[in-house]
């Protein structure tokens, strides 16, 4: 049977990129196979509630540039563990995903495709179990979902840690600072990795190496005595000390959510830091800033490749499938496979040995 309409959503968190995907959903579903394309506004609470608007070429033009996403976005709001706080303050929890799946099959679509991280994943995967046709498409600045070679928004979350680390360096010299920038991640150490290779910094602090304070301390203390008064730290927000815990900004109840909010680690080090040297420390929380604003050029052609591929997957009727990247080419991996599984720094990544090879401190 021809495919004639489809959904699409943007669950989780937001990242540069989303509107680039959108973009190529409706072009590809329009021009291409003749397909009717309806948005569900703010994720999965779209499908519940539902609030959808037609997405057409008009309505989607000069998308690929624009950050955010046109349909908004949500990381509460799981149709299956709907939370929300009661007057007594208490936590409420209903299954809502029978009242979505209603909805989807009143609208009369053929196929959803959801695009979204770790979260939005299971949920597609559940709502795939259950019977609704599937297509989803890899998103996150943390580029921690398993399968796929890069998620869309990494890239340009790098760039961005990538520019603050050449501007901190700068003002760090001149005043011969230690400057610390915390940036993104969750559990993943990706993005202070690979931001911290092309930014230059000196010490690279991830979630997958618990770090020793005292190690950090006799790189700064090296660099002085090498000439160079001055060190440029990036932190990764999940990440540690050894024996310690990843520091917390805001609690999984106090947010509605199954996870805890990350952020702090940069300031907890520059005052650990700021204790043992005669440097003034410096800590900038790069935050949100990842997330906004344009795609770079890597993201807006790997969104395309993603929006495009994902309708070409449900034309084939290929549902429960998740679109990945294995460079050079794009592929489909089912969704029961890789739904729920991170994928963090390996402990052989080369990228690791790249920056110790060079110098920069891991803290180990
Ligand atoms: O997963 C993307 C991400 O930006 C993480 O890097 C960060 O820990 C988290 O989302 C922040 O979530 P929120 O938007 O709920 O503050």
Known sequence: MKLQRIGVLTGGGDCSGLNAVLRAVVRTASIRHDVRVFGFE???????????????????????TRGGTLLGATNKGNPFDYKTREKNGNIRSENLSAQALDNFNRLKLDCLIAIGGEGTLEIAHQFSEMGMPVIAVPKTI?????????????????QVACDSLDRLHTT?????RVMILEVMGRTAGWIALESGISGGA???LIPEIPYDKEKVLEKIRL???GGHPYTVIVVAEGASETGGA??????AEQRLQNTDR???????LARDLESQLDHEVRCTVLGYIQRGGSPNSFDRILATRLGAYAVRAAVEQKFGSLVVLRTPNLALLPLAEVAGKVR???????????????GICLGR
Request: with cysteine; aromatic share 8%.
């Open 142 to 158: 943390d580029n921690d979902l398993a399968g796929t070679d890069y998620t869309f928004g990494f890239q340009t979350a790098v």
């Open 202 to 204: 000196h010490v690279i």
């Open 246 to 251: 990843p520091v917390i900004s805001e609690s």
């Open 172 to 176: 760090g010299k001149s005043h011969q």
């Open 344 to 358: 963090l720094v390996p402990p052989d990544c080369q990228l690791l040995q790249t920056a110790e090879d060079i």
């Open 262 to 268: 990350l952020g702090g680690v940069g300031h907890a």
């Open 223 to 225: 660099r002085e005595a």
């Open 42 to 64: 703010m994720g999965f609470d779209g499908l519940i509630f539902d609030r959808w608007q037609e997405l057409t070429t008009a309505n989607t033009r000069d998308l690929l």
